[in-house]
């Protein structure tokens, strides 16, 4: 049975559509009994701070994967199966942007420097459609990750999520 913790990391509140969508999920997988999904939600100020405890709790419980999802996301209930079904380590759904312009928050480039000028930051705006492909960089809207590539993050380096530089852009 795969045990899955869906974590939903929430700085002051949470979508009203987004507990919808969590909870037919929540619903529609409890219907299965081939995994156990527990939902849970962490309030605080500082996203990697509460993506790390959240990450630290389902490696302790003995978690099979974690499914990110943002705060303010609408989906599908059927999600989480279609990228359970990819069997890969990490693996995203094409989000995007809130406000314009409307792009999708998955990259094919993404080197940070120590300063802005040092960026080298390029989207991925022609991915294909339909169809597994790789990217270098996404955001969290919604990710799944076997817990193997937490632990490791976690034995290897000590944290498992770093803050990233402010930047007073939308990347």
């Known amino acids: ?12 509140q949470i979508d009203v ?9 929540e619903k529609d997988m409890a219907l299965r009994d081939d995994m156990e999904v527990d939902v849970e939600y962490t309030v605080g100020t500082i996203i990697h701070d509460m993506r790390h405890t959240m990450a630290e709790r389902a490696i302790k419980n003995d978690y099979d994967y974690v499914l990110w999802v943002d705060s303010d996301m609408t989906f599908d209930s059927t999600v989480l199966l279609d990228l359970l079904a990819h069997d890969k380590d990490i693996v995203t759904a094409v989000c995007f ?12 480039k993404m080197r940070l420097g120590m300063s802005l000028d040092e960026d080298e930051i390029e989207k991925y705006l022609d991915y294909p459609k339909d169809k597994l492909f790789e990217v270098e960089a996404c955001g969290f809207a919604m ?4 817990i193997g590539v937490l632990k490791h993050l976690l034995d290897t380096s000590g944290h498992i999520f770093f803050p990233m530089k402010s930047t007073n852009r939308a990347l």
């Open 1 to 12: 049975m795969k045990r899955i913790l869906v974590a939903v990391p929430c700085r002051d």
């Open 17 to 25: 559509e987004t507990v919808k969508c969590l909870q037919k999920l």
């Open 97 to 108: 942007m809130r406000r314009a312009p409307y792009e999708p928050c998955i990259y094919s």
């Open 143 to 146: 990710v799944l990750m076997k």
